[in-house]
T-cell receptor, first 113, second 116 residues
Framework: NAGVTQTPKFRILKIGQSMTLQCTQDMNHNYMYWYRQDPGMGLKLIYYSVGAGITDKGEVPNGYNVSRSTTEDFPLRLELAAPSQTSVYFC????????????FGPGTRLTVL | AQSVTQLGSHVSVSEGALVLLRCNYSSSVPPYLFWYVQYPNQGLQLLLKYTTGATLVKGINGFEAEFKKSETSFHLTKPSAHMSDAAEYFCAVSEGYGGSQGNLIFGKGTKLSVKP
């Protein structure tokens, strides 16, 4: 199993550009999550999904959109990139909520200039 | 709302010394508690978790943590630090019930340095 994979690893965007961060998991997990990590701030939840076709906002959803058309994929869309979106983005998945371990991808480092 | 506080953004220990990383949480209901580790330029991986039952939880790489309800704490310890333990450690609590019950609230993290 590859686990959770994310592409790209690094990206530099100009202000106002858009992009999609890709996330795929091969563990047949129902739950998937997007986090952003800023230095000294821990991880903040952007969006999550409890199954294909179901998504919901986390703590910091503004400026982002998601979709979940399949169990495996959970792309994160940035529209009109802003410098405040410079961060490291992590995708994670789990079998279900509550007590279950979340498995994290290696991250995407995004810089908006 | 639940929250997690990790005391000390940086902790430095000598190789072979005790590692103690502190975590306090606030929750109005019995929480699920987690410690994750992040090695440089990698994603997070689970060290250990507390759900119910025994309050002393053992994890990977010789780490353990004790859930103390009266102190609302879940401190992480390891008797003898190894150079390979140098990483950032995150305490997290599972949020509430219902559709968001799997969501984790993370602390800000503690960077552990190990001196030879």
């Amino acid at each position: 199993n590859a686990g959770v994979t994310q592409t790209p690893k690094f990206r530099i965007l100009k202000i106002g550009q858009s992009m999609t961060l890709q996330c795929t998991q091969d563990m047949n997990h129902n739950y998937m999550y997007w986090y952003r990590q800023d230095p000294g701030m821990g991880l903040k939840l952007i969006y999550y999904s409890v199954g294909a076709g179901i998504t919901d906002k986390g703590e910091v959803p503004n400026g982002y959109n998601v979709s979940r058309s399949t169990t495996e994929d959970f792309p994160l869309r940035l529209e009109l990139a802003a410098p405040s979106q410079t961060s490291v983005y992590f995708c994670a998945s789990s079998t279900s909520g509550g007590t279950n371990e979340q498995f994290f991808g290696p991250g995407t480092r995004l810089t908006v200039l | 709302a639940q929250s997690v506080t990790q005391l000390g953004s940086h902790v430095s220990v000598s190789e072979g010394a005790l590692v103690l990383l502190r975590c306090n949480y606030s929750s109005s209901v019995p929480p699920y508690l987690f410690w994750y580790v992040q090695y440089p330029n990698q994603g997070l991986q689970l060290l250990l978790k507390y759900t119910t039952g025994a309050t002393l939880v053992k994890g990977i790489n010789g780490f353990e943590a004790e859930f103390k309800k009266s102190e609302t704490s879940f401190h992480l310890t390891k008797p003898s630090a190894h150079m390979s333990d140098a990483a950032e450690y995150f305490c997290a609590v599972s949020e509430g019930y219902g559709g968001s019950q799997g969501n984790l609230i993370f602390g800000k993290g503690t960077k552990l340095s190990v001196k030879p």
